[in-house]
């Protein structure tokens, strides 16, 4: 049964998926005489533990019950108390996790803990994986001080990149729309963010991502039409160009944008887990740029949706990085959603 309640305790913590970074999703369920008598999940930065939540609610059914947990508790005073001592406290029997934290300040110490208190921890191999996936983001954010990156783009069935926002993926429950709600930021280029609408996740109750606009030459002059509406919603302009006007409301940072890497430690410093690099133009700056997140080994992970049409084409599809040199995908998973055949990889 370990299997059933820890996939359970991924599912609650997907809840608040979006919400929560720079801190993990966290599910958690109390279990007592095969009973689940409680649950919980962490749902944002700040706020309480996924175990705090379910052992509240458990009350005095606690004691002795078997607790399910996706993320190793944790043994430190943060901005909350340590949810080791609240199962302590309540006198749970066993408590079983689903990944150890990669949190240097917590990382086996919880386990530690509770162990040493007399309570039995027990890891779920099973769905270990689960786990980790769920929190693929901010374990990379954890180990590396950067931002994961995940390119995103949207091919015609005869594989050309189709450049325009609209499609039913944009649209409320729709496959982007939901997408987006994961993600702490979005990176488009000046380009993109000049002709198109910046795109948002319909979902209820999402947190609309940060966008990161990389600006270069004469775009760093940011002709972008919600930035001289001054209608801008929450944006970073990344130009390697100081620009002689600042736009209210919107922070501009000069960075070589050649270099990638501080990019991505300043989104993760800022507290950003995720950021999708949303690719729609086939050649133009994006492309080069995606070839330096490549090859500077800072890509993570594609999404690629294939649209059921066929693309009129103009000129060749650019897709590739680094002309004809490809490299491999791994743990590759596909889904079909309104027609539409998603795929997903890592690098
Ligand atoms: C969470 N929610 O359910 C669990 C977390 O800043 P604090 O005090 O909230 O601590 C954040 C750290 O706590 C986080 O990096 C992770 O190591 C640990 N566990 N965090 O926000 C949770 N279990
Ligand atoms: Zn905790």
Redesign the pocket.
Known sequence: MDGLYMRWCVELAHKAAGH?S???M?GCVIVRDGRVVSEGF?PK??RP???VFALRDAGDLAENATAY?S?E??N?Y???PP?TVAFINTKVKDVVVGMT?P?P??AFKGIERLKSAGIDVRLCAEEEASCRKLNEAYIHR?LTGKAFVTFRTTLSMNGIVVNKSGSTSDQPGGYYSQLLKEYDGVIVSSNFAKTNTLPISHEAGAKQPLYIIMAQGEDSQLNIPFIKEGSAPEAVVLTDSPISVEPAGIEVLVLDRMNLESILQLLAQRGLCNVLVDFREAGGDISSLLNNFQEAKLLQKVLVELLPIWTVSQGPCDLAFGGNQSFPLNDMEHKEVNGCVLLEGYV
């Open positions: 929560t720079p801190n993990p966290v962490h930065a700040g533990h996924a175990d947990v993320l508790p944790c430190h943060g901005r909350t949810c934290d949190n300040i917590v954890m």
